[in-house]
């Protein structure tokens, strides 16, 4: 199974967890998530140590702040040669920009990590939105338009719902990436995702790429759950 488009959330506290969950997965060329907690934790040896076996990279660390100091952020960040690697739309077109600007310069040979934006995330409803952050435009109409606004800064894709990807290509383009969680097999149990999708739905939605958590790493065979979610969505 090569070229995954599936990607494995490593939410994991420890090195040696995440060896243990890895080592299962021998001859495999996985695509894994690494987000803050693993990385605060276990720093860019946990990076090194998961390109060493062979895996691709997506670094989720959800970059936001002045545009300068998200450039100078990711200039380093491109060092650790990632895959891809995320900020948040919300910083802006400028601070997005400086984001991609901060990764060529950065950058490992001649590519870049794909660079990526949240829109609005899960956690936010349209009650956020209004009562705390006074955006009051609808939710749907927010992510579009952040995620134009990623595009229009030279940015290749937005992490969002399967539910959000079809509107997402049908304005923005199919080759612009929606990278999309809240992933569940039939027969999972949702835990803490409101709004889940199968990875064949995510397939017939259009999303790119589909990250899974914990139906795969909390699975008692997480090599067979992987090749059945890897089946459903790549066929
Ligand atoms: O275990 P589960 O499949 O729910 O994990 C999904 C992963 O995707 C987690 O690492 C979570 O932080 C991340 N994520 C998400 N929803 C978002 C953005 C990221 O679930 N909107």
């Keep these: 199974m090569s070229d995954s488009k599936v990607c494995i959330a490593l939410d994991f506290k420890t090195k040696a967890d995440v ?38 990279i ?72 209004d009562n705390q952050l006074l955006i009051h435009e609808p939710l749907d109409q927010v992510v579009l338009k952040w995620a134009s606004n990623a595009k ?11 539910l959000e990807s079809k ?15 809240g992933i569940r097999l039939a027969t999972d149990n949702v835990n803490d995702q409101k709004r889940v999708t199968t990875p064949a739905m995510a397939r017939e939605l259009t999303s790119s790429y589909i990250v899974v958590g914990r139906t795969i790493t909390g699975s008692n065979n997480p090599v067979e759950t992987y090749k059945k979610v890897y089946q459903d969505f790549q066929g």
């Design 19 to 56: 060896e243990n969950f890895l080592k299962q997965f021998e001859g495999e060329k996985l695509y894994v998530k690494v987000g803050m907690e693993l990385f605060y934790g276990q720093g860019i040896e946990m990076v090194e140590m998961i390109k060493k076996m062979g895996h691709k």
């Design 58 to 129: 997506f670094l989720d660390l959800k970059l936001h702040d002045i545009p300068n100091t998200v450039k100078s952020a990711m200039r380093q960040l491109a060092k650790l040669d990632v895959d891809m690697i995320n900020v948040h739309a919300s910083g802006g077109v400028e601070m997005m920009k400086a984001a991609i600007e901060g990764l060529e310069e950065g950058k490992v040979g001649d590519k870049r990590p794909l660079c990526i934006a949240v829109t609005c995330l899960t956690s936010l409803d349209q009650d956020v939105l």
């Design 152 to 162: 229009e800064a030279g940015l290749d894709g937005v992490v969002c719902s399967p």
């Design 167 to 181: 509107i997402i290509h049908d304005h923005l383009g199919e080759d612009f990436l929606t990278v999309t969680p």
